[in-house]
């Protein structure tokens, strides 16, 4: 059988079309952690970041003078806040939940598992504000005089698909 010589380029270009549409579909969206100025909308930082990223927020409680790490997680669009790590109780910190001790002996944690599609903070001196994103440590105290907007973007390349094309309503938690 002799195959007309426009037909077999028209089947292995659609074929070459649906195989891209197919690794497009299949390639997950770049994900960053941008932290812009809530009052101006200006980008102070941008991180390249992955599913399962460690995003921590550290800094001073205001009234026990202690270490305190609110640790994310990056999923998807969104950060899961999985867990604070403090070392005192009193005001402003748990003192009756699911609490347990860390596994060095020297601190309190409790598993939260809520998931934000932004973090507002108001980064202030006294506290000394820091993010950390993969052991890499940030001043937003240093970033701006007013509050920070901490979120993940998904970019996808022209022509990706969405993994997932479910709407879902997240609230943002403020950190003072």
């Not at 941008?46 to 800094?59: A, I, K, M, Q, R």
Request: glycine share 6%; charged share 25%.
């Amino acid at each position: 059988m002799h195959f007309p010589i426009h037909r077999y380029v028209v089947v292995v270009v659609v074929a070459v079309l649906i195989a891209t549409g197919v690794v497009l579909a299949a390639v997950p969206p770049e994900q960053t952690l941008v932290v812009t100025d809530a009052d101006s909308g200006e980008t102070l930082l941008e991180e390249p970041v992955d599913d399962g990223t460690n995003v921590t927020l550290t800094y001073t409680h205001s009234v026990e003078k202690t270490p305190v790490d609110d640790i994310y997680v990056v999923d998807g669009p969104t950060l899961r806040m999985e867990r604070t790590v403090f070392h005192s109780h009193g005001a402003g910190l748990p003192t009756d939940e699911n609490i347990t001790r860390t596994a060095d002996g020297d601190g309190f944690e409790l598993w939260i598992n809520e998931s934000y599609d932004d973090v507002v903070v108001a980064p202030r001196p006294v506290p000394g504000h820091e993010l950390v994103v993969d052991d890499e440590r940030h001043d937003l105290v240093a970033m701006t005089d007013g509050s920070v907007v901490i979120s993940v973007t998904e970019q996808r390349l022209p022509g990706q698909l969405p993994l997932d094309l479910q709407v879902d309503d997240r609230s943002s938690q403020l950190i003072h």
